[in-house]
């Protein structure tokens, strides 16, 4: 059996952790706490899914049109917080970058460059064999990405 996981919607972190670590984030960067940057980091915690700086944005103006929270702030807090290593992105090319909190376990991504469908993947043996290569290069691994680009199912079906 194909030893594939593709279920991720654990939380590793507790968001008050998180909000803590933001907080300690902003203050070494010279930035206030703001309730429109809380609700950017709220927003995207509760959140499965992997969003554009866009699509965040219309879900904070949706359940908080009374923050006014400018785009141009989702954009600088985003810059912030993966500079910091707390969100993680994905290049979808012209079309710019997909975000996700890096609150869940480690996963790669297939992702589909028809309708932008993104699943989340870890296999075993790829993991292994990344341990492998950087200890015989080595090299001490911090962190990996890997995301595999091509068509998913239902577009291969259109
Ligand atoms: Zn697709
Ligand atoms: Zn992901």
Redesign the pocket.
């Given at each position: 059996m194909p030893k594939v996981t593709t279920d991720?919607n654990d939380k590793t972190i507790q968001y008050e952790e998180l909000l803590h670590d933001f907080k300690v984030l902003l203050k070494n960067n010279s930035l206030k706490f703001t309730i429109q940057r809380e609700v950017i980091l709220e927003t995207l915690y509760n959140s499965d899914e992997?969003l554009t700086p866009e699509a965040l944005h219309h879900l904070i103006q949706n359940k908080h049109s009374d923050l006014k929270t400018g785009i141009a702030t989702v954009y600088r807090t985003l810059a912030l917080l993966e500079e910091s290593h707390m969100v993680t992105s994905l290049s979808f090319g012209a079309q710019g970058k997909k975000y996700?909190l890096g609150a869940?376990e480690h996963?790669d991504?297939l992702i589909c460059t028809e309708c932008g469908k993104?699943t989340?993947f870890v296999d075993e043996k790829i993991e292994l064999r990344q341990h492998a290569i950087t200890d015989e290069l080595g090299f001490k691994m911090s962190d990996h990405s890997m995301q595999i680009y091509g068509i998913c199912k239902t577009c291969q079906n259109k």
């Open positions: 991720f992997h996700e869940k996963h991504h993104i989340e």
